[in-house]
């Protein structure tokens, strides 16, 4: 069975622009991209709905629901799972993709390894309790003062910054969009459920024609 989101998204007509359009009530109809919806709280905010998923390189979104699901179309639910609208910019990027982004943003190659920022090392006192997490970002003089428990005496951490590159920076960047969440399989159905329930329009406004179809202001003007 296809289960595909855009059956699910209402109509939208908008007056005609094209060049043959003569009259006032000519309309296209189309579907409506800005009528979307989200997953409930009690669903995106429970992870034992989810289990964790990582990309590898070249994987999208209806390959994945292939392996899945066992059925491609459904892509946008993976989307919809990790709340990501952009595919472009909120999808990971295969390795050559990257390599060449990465480039381009900050001029060359060489530029790739210039230092990006500053982030900190962990630290410990004497008992190894840690008082500094690593990878607060922080200026490259950065240094910490704290009171080792164990002795009572006073440390001051100089050399506690470690340089991130532009590369390294982006590479963190685009781990952290390769780990996402999957709906697991057996919540489908109340998902889709969900989804018939809050696509349809209400009543109440001067653009409702009925539930699947609301229709443009119509201000077009004539000479």
Known sequence: MKRKYFRNVPNFDYVSRLPD???????????????????SEEIFGDLTFFDKFYIKDNERPDVI?????DDPNLDWLIMLSNNIINYESEWPMDQTTF??????????????????????????DGNGSVILEKGLIVPQDFTFTYTDTSTGSEVIATNCTDAITNQEYEDIIQQK??????????????????????????????????????RGDNIRLYS
Do not use: C, W
């Open 21 to 39: 359009s003569k009259y006032i009530n000519d309309y296209v109809q189309t579907k409506n991209l800005f009528k979307r919806v989200k997953m």
């Open 65 to 69: 629901a292939y392996q899945v699901y």
């Open 99 to 124: 390599n060449n982004y990465v480039v381009n943003k900050y001029g060359s190659y060489e530029a790739m390894y210039d230092v990006h920022h500053y982030e900190t090392q962990e630290i410990k």
């Open 177 to 214: 969009k390769q780990t996402i969440y999957i709906l697991k399989p057996i919540y489908i159905t109340l998902i889709e459920e969900e989804i018939r329930n809050l696509m349809p329009y209400n009543e109440g406004t001067t653009q409702y024609v009925g539930k699947t179809l609301v």
